[in-house]
């Protein structure tokens, strides 16, 4: 099941504590083993991963999957990111590509001139190995979103989704995941949580995001705040930050620049705060790939 879904949620602790999620694609091991990857241009969930090594992944967005009856499943673990930038596909890296270009066809342009002279950054990576621990199962949210108050801070983006992942920490301060429905609350977004899910108060976020079949058309935006208990069992998280780090919501035609140029320039500036030359990228072998996923 786990291999049907085309990317998963992967849940990291920023400085501050915050759990924070983000789409990722991750490549499934025959022991069960994980291995996630990020570009230089995103660099974040590595110094994450660095500083706090417990991590989650929610596998729940089933769209490409072929699944009849979907389901969403929480995996949590450690995750080790070494700073080594890899380029040449060998190994597991190699089969990270494979997969990529088997579900993504609209990656495989960035291979061919004069896609590459722009896109090289994209092939600059970092490895995250996870090393998986408890793993959980249950159904999809059967209610949606339903935000009529559109002037909280990112709410006009959460009413355009049927449901959000809420990214909160259990009693250990280990990142959990769920897939569930938000709706307005008098402070900020009630969360139907389900009963078997521990999650204390404190920093939360919210994550939306969609691709379709073809791993395409991508959108991705978190809303960050406070996670607070009524007392009742209701919880509602109080946001504080929205963040879109690729399109912004309905974006417009010069999206594709503006992401383009400041990858361009996130990626230069890991290199030069290390000392590292900008490698050249092995194209042909890349392409040898690609070619087999034709």
């Known amino acids: 099941m786990l291999d049907a879904y085309l990317t998963c949620e992967f849940a990291t602790l920023a400085k501050d504590g915050t759990p924070i999620a983000w789409p990722a694609s991750a490549l499934v091991r025959a022991d069960g083993s994980m291995m996630l990857t990020t570009a230089l241009a995103f660099p974040q969930k590595a110094f994450n991963v660095r500083r706090d090594p417990r991590v989650a992944l929610l596998f729940s967005n089933p769209t490409g999957s072929g699944l009849i009856d979907p389901s969403q499943t929480l995996v949590t673990g450690a995750a080790t990111c070494r700073d080594e930038l890899r380029t040449k596909p060998v190994g597991d890296l190699a089969d990270f590509w494979r997969m990529i270009f088997r579900r993504q066809p609209a990656s495989r342009r960035y291979l061919d001139w004069p896609a590459n002279r722009f896109t090289d950054f994209y092939f600059m990576r970092l490895l ?125 035609i010069t999206d594709p620049i503006r992401i383009v140029r400041s990858s361009r320039a996130a990626t230069r500036a890991y290199l030069e705060k290390r000392n590292w030359a900008r490698p050249t990228i092995p194209w042909n072998d890349y392409r040898a790939l690609r070619a087999e996923a034709d």
């Open 128 to 252: 995250i190995q996870v090393t998986t621990g408890a793993t959980v199962t249950r159904p999809l949210p059967a209610t949606r979103n339903t935000i009529v108050d559109r002037s909280k801070l990112g709410a006009e983006v959460l009413a355009d989704y049927p449901s959000a992942v809420l990214a909160a920490r259990d009693a250990s301060g280990a990142p959990v995941l769920v897939r569930t429905s938000v709706s307005d609350g008098p402070e900020g977004f009630a969360i139907a949580l389900p009963d078997d899910v521990a999650v204390v108060e404190g920093p939360a976020s919210l994550l939306v995001h969609r691709h379709d079949d073809q791993l395409w058309n991508l959108h991705n935006a978190s809303v960050r705040g406070i996670l607070r208990c009524d007392g009742a069992g209701g919880w509602t998280l109080l946001p504080m930050r929205l963040t879109e780090p690729a399109a912004r919501h309905r974006g417009g």
